[in-house]
């Protein structure tokens, strides 16, 4: 009899251990893909006016794509801090670039690696060095540097001859391919540097694009009449604080062979060249082709061009050095999204792509990002997840970078904790849009006075509305209608006839600021931890 019992209990252990089996081989692999200051401008799959992006464009065909994704702030190490903690940067505490991340936080990762996900990271971080949660890294340490990287690795740092896309390619790859735990759900973080300034395109890629001419944005000229102090006073105009050596590649010895006709002081930049100068000679000689015909159509048309013509000649430079590194991400995310396919691993591996933030390609005249403006508010989302989103699908809520660790978490069958700040976009990714209830989102951006000069605000954004308060050394409301005034041009806060929206508005906002915790207090807390 005891036997029997023995048997039967042995029976029914091995069917629960091959249940729980059952259950974690079923967890979906999670591949996070992020490139560094990618506009959604610049994939096809959102606008085909720039650029052909088919591989990106995949993910949305075969999933879906979000229209209205935004981020909190929208800058690179607190978007990431975002998406790491799933909390906004004031309570994370990377409320910019500069401020350090306090590492004794919860990250997405460490939960995904403490539920027996097997996790890596690979390309740019841009904070710390020693990413908690991942068994598996290779980092570039802060920004990075476009040709022959270094890497931050937990075995030492490294330097990897060749092209920073490619590597950080071929680095995910190789882990994909020889170091996988078969055994294991894997949630992999796929991060490029490009297209983050100075905008590098590989040898092959500079030389494509450098012949190709692309179409003006609207707003180009844009004068900022009917917009606050603050867009008149950023430092982000292609004509006034784009470089020509550090952006435009004209080389330091072509400006000063022009007698000082090209103005020195803000576009010379003390002749740093940085990516070249970190070339090998074998690719200097590649680049050079391309230099050489850059430089001498400088040097026979700047001199001859009037200001709009200036500035049209850097929109073009820009364009083909920005999309021909956008280029090289399409067609190394192919390469990874052919492997999935090969390995059989695309269909229980959720694929997402997006960006940092979103970016300004010559709109309102601009590059970089920080404002709460739509190019760099809003972000590019692709979610592929097959046999759970409906191919092709397309949603227009206002989701956010807040909810991408909660998303992952839900997603994989892991709680999540307690006080992160945003939702899972697991229902909506399925389709069950009925129980979406958030209209509004909450914006902060903090890094003021610094490089690029964008005052600090807060905001409250709708599909509709966008009530935006500047603040620090103004005080100044702006409200956009996105919906009659899509390319922002015409703050209505003091038109009557957007009274009530106003006065609705500010009590969203309030409600808002406290819902995320955020305060006047905190402001000042900021603002004087800065000066410290
Ligand atoms: C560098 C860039 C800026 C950029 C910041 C932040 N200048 O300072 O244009 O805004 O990074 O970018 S550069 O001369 O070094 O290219 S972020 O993506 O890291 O936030
Ligand atoms: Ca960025």
Redesign the pocket.
């Known amino acids: 009899m005891r036997g029997t019992i023995t048997f039967l209990l042995a029976i029914l252990l091995l069917n629960s251990c091959s249940e729980k089996q059952k259950e974690v081989a079923k967890r979906p692999n999670i591949l996070f893909i992020m490139s560094?200051?990618h506009a959604y401008q610049a994939i096809s799959a959102y606008s085909d006016k720039l650029i052909e992006t088919p591989n990106i464009d995949r993910i949305a065909d075969e999933g879906l794509l979000f229209s209205n994704a935004c981020v909190s702030n929208s800058?690179?190490?607190p978007a990431r801090a975002t998406i790491l903690t799933g909390k906004h940067t004031h309570l994370n505490g990377k409320i910019d670039?500069k401020m350090p991340f306090d590492t004794t936080q919860v990250t997405f990762p460490q939960l995904f690696q403490q539920a027996g996900y097997q996790t890596a990271m690979f390309g740019k971080l841009?904070f710390g060095n020693s990413p908690k949660g991942v068994d598996e890294y290779m980092i570039l340490p802060g920004?990075g540097h476009y040709i022959n990287p270094d890497f931050i690795t937990p075995r030492g740092d490294t330097t990897i001859t060749g092209y920073v896309t490619d590597i950080i390619t071929d680095l995910t790859l190789g882990w994909l391919k020889e170091k996988r735990d078969k055994e294991k759900p894997f949630m992999m973080m796929y991060l490029h540097k490009a297209p983050?300034?100075?905008w590098w395109p590989s040898p092959d890629k500079f030389a494509e694009f450098s012949k190709k001419t692309f179409p003006e944005p609207e707003s180009l000229f844009d004068d900022y009449k009917n917009r606050g102090t603050a867009a008149k006073t950023a430092e982000?105009n292609l004509y006034n604080h784009m470089?020509y050596n550090?952006?435009s590649k004209v080389r330091p010895e072509t400006i000063a062979s022009m007698n000082g006709v090209v103005p020195q002081v803000v576009e010379y930049?003390n002749g740093?060249y940085g990516p070249y100068d970190r070339a090998n000679a074998a690719q200097k000689a590649k680049y050079d082709v391309v230099l050489d015909s850059i430089n001498e159509d400088f040097k026979n048309h700047w001199p001859l061009m009037n200001a709009k013509e200036k500035m049209r000649w850097k929109y073009q430079r820009y364009m083909q050095d920005y999309l021909g590194t956008i280029s090289s991400v399409d067609d190394n995310v192919g390469r990874v999204l052919d492997y999935l396919d090969e390995s059989g691993l695309a269909e229980n591996t959720i694929v997402v792509y997006t960006s940092?933030?979103g970016f300004y390609l010559g709109e309102h005249g601009w590059?970089?990002?920080?404002f709460v403006y739509d190019e760099s508010f809003k972000t590019p989302l692709l979610i592929r997840w097959p046999n759970e989103i409906k191919p092709g699908t397309t949603n227009d809520e206002m989701v956010q970078n807040l909810d991408f660790a909660q998303t992952f978490l839900d997603a994989a069958g892991i709680t999540a904790p307690q006080d992160m700040q945003g939702e899972s976009l697991v229902p909506l990714m399925k389709g069950d849009t009925a129980s979406w209830s958030r209209e509004a989102v909450y914006y902060h951006y903090y890094e003021y006075p610094s490089?690029?000069m964008v005052k600090r605000h807060y905001a409250i954004v709708t599909k509709e509305f966008k009530l935006v308060h500047f603040y620090y050394d103004v005080d100044e409301w702006e409200l956009y209608d996105r919906l009659k005034d899509p390319q922002e041009m015409n703050n209505v806060y003091t038109d009557p006839a957007y009274a009530d929206v106003v006065a609705d508005l500010h009590v969203k906002l309030d409600e808002l600021r406290i819902h995320y915790k955020d305060s006047p207090e905190l402001d000042q807390k900021f603002i004087d931890m800065y000066q410290n």
């Open positions: 560094d200051d800058i690179c190490a670039n841009h920004q983050h300034r100075p982000m470089m550090h952006d930049n740093f940092d933030q590059f970089d990002k920080r490089v690029h």
